[in-house]
């Protein structure tokens, strides 16, 4: 059964970190583009990051640029988000998706408008709230 699952999320003050995590099983994510997307209440999705299968190139919004580090760990199928100086506009659902890719113009596609659009799965997401 193929399956993204995510997880690490929580309550974090202003200022403060949270590790993000995509575990896949089912499928290998060696082959695959990896995004993190968010949707807050309200709000359309919104693209956060995404790193390619192919060199490991990571890409970024504007938004989490300099907060936000995406890296990947192709030995345990998982994948994770650090996500530091959290702001409460980062508050929202955080989704993982994987979309297969080899090749940097696949890869380049995929994650460089940060869409969400021809990503093959998709986890459940998980909640991270930035609260005083």
């Known amino acids: 059964q193929v399956q993204l699952v995510e997880s690490g999320g929580g309550l974090v003050q202003p200022g403060g970190s949270l ?6 099983s089912g499928f290998t994510l060696d082959s695959y583009a990896i995004g993190w997307f968010s949707q807050a209440p309200g709000k359309e999705r919104e693209g956060v990051s995404c790193i390619s299968s192919s ?5 970024y ?11 990947r760990d192709n030995a345990k199928n998982t994948v994770y988000l650090q996500m530091n ?5 980062d508050t929202a659902v955080y989704y993982c998706a994987a979309g297969f ?3 940097r113009s696949r890869n380049a596609a995929l994650c460089g408008s940060l869409s969400g659009y021809e990503f093959d799965y998709w986890g459940q997401g998980t909640q991270v709230a930035v609260s005083s």
């Open 19 to 24: 590790r993000l995590s995509c575990a896949a």
């Open 55 to 59: 060199d490991g190139s990571t890409y």
């Open 61 to 71: 919004a504007d938004s989490v640029k300099g907060r936000f580090t995406i890296s």
């Open 85 to 89: 100086s959290l702001k409460p506009e």
């Open 101 to 103: 890719a080899l090749g």
